[in-house]
């Protein structure tokens, strides 16, 4: 079974940066569309970022500018750089396939953002 492991998360100021990695096993990373999401408390989990098999990325507005969505194939590993953290990005971050090829969902990384 497909393992997703979402990691970087963290405590960090306003205005901070911070770099999630999510390790996924097998090889879905490269032949995928993969995605971030995040889900803040009392909230419905959002797609935040997404990066297709040719590398084309999209963004949710509320990030646009701020986070970039990567992806080292060798690796089997999709990264998202968050720049300019604000408090309202305060959430637990999880990566995944897009539909309808969505695997089960790993834990998350929490990521505070709070002066």
């Known amino acids: 079974q497909v393992q997703l492991v979402e990691s970087g998360g963290g405590l960090v100021q306003p205005g901070g940066s911070l770099r999630l990695s999510c390790a996924a096993s097998?090889?879905?990373?490269?032949?995928?569309?993969m995605g971030w999401y995040r889900q803040a408390p009392g909230k419905e989990r959002e797609l935040v970022a997404r990066?297709?098999?040719?590398?084309?990325?999209t963004y949710a507005d509320s990030v646009k500018g701020r986070f970039t969505i990567s992806r080292d194939n060798n690796k089997s590993t999709v990264y998202l750089q968050m720049n300019s953290l604000k408090p309202e990005d305060t959430a637990v971050y999880y990566c995944?396939?897009?539909?309808?090829?969505?695997?089960?969902w790993g834990q998350g990384t929490q990521v505070t953002v709070s002066s």
């Open positions: 995944n396939v897009l539909p309808p090829f969505a695997r089960p």
């Open positions: 097998g090889n879905i990373v490269s032949i995928n569309t």
């Open positions: 990066i297709t098999r040719g590398g084309a990325t």
